[in-house]
């Protein structure tokens, strides 16, 4: 038996319970950086981007609680996850309605200062997480799928203040947050499949006949 197969034991829940609080804080804390910047300068990627912060940070603290839950348990966790992970595309969408009725360029040098500060955050969170994503199952893999995404949103939104630089309009900007609603739908079905492959598992170690389904 793995160690996916199983809940961790306690000494594993411990480390992985406390690494991930602390991603949770890190991510709340840009938040609030970042959000700020986003409305001074009127950028529907970089407040995309806020917002996905604000998910990354309820995404680990509900690993914070559900870790020493069974594997069927973990599975469902896992799923909501895989819905959460969606929230900031439907703040996208709002913002890109509003956007291209009024496609002004945002301010290209602060936006590229906040988004190269959200890449190193993000890099660093993908890091601790990728240490314990495979002990923490399908929940620290959402987790950990977000942070990686995170860091390829924050690279494009770099790269797109350069082009704005250059074109002097918002469309890049809502180029940019339909990437961003790609990227997320992509590590929610990613999460998704996983806490499907937790609820088999759960099934196989209770016993039940899979080959009904």
Not at 68 to 87: E, F, N, Q
Request: proline letters at 3%; charged letters at 15%; one cysteine or more.
């Amino acid at each position: 038996m793995t160690a996916r197969d199983q809940a961790p034991d306690a000494p594993e829940r411990r480390a992985l319970r406390r690494t991930v609080v602390i991603v949770a804080a890190i991510n709340l804390a840009y938040f609030g950086v970042e959000v700020v910047v986003a409305l001074a300068i009127g950028s529907v990627a970089l407040l995309a981007d806020s917002v996905d912060f604000l998910e990354d940070t309820a995404v680990n603290l509900l690993i914070a609680l559900a870790l020493g839950w069974s594997l069927a348990a973990r599975a469902r966790v896992g799923r909501a996850l895989a819905i959460v992970i969606l929230l900031p595309a439907i703040a996208v969408i709002v913002q890109l309605v509003l956007k291209v009725g009024d496609p002004e360029a945002p301010a290209a040098l602060p936006l590229m200062l906040a988004a190269g500060g959200a890449a190193l955050v993000n890099l660093v969170c993908a890091l601790l997480l990728a240490r314990i994503r495979t002990a923490g199952g399908s929940m620290v893999g959402a987790a950990w799928l977000a942070a990686r995404n995170d860091v390829v949103i924050n690279l494009a939104i770099i790269a797109m203040g350069v082009v704005t630089l250059w074109i002097g309009t918002g469309w890049p900007d809502i180029v940019l947050g339909a990437l961003i609603i790609v990227l997320n739908g992509r590590a929610a079905l990613e999460v998704w499949r996983l806490a499907g492959e937790e609820s088999l598992a759960a099934r196989a170690l209770a016993g039940e006949d899979l080959d009904d389904d």
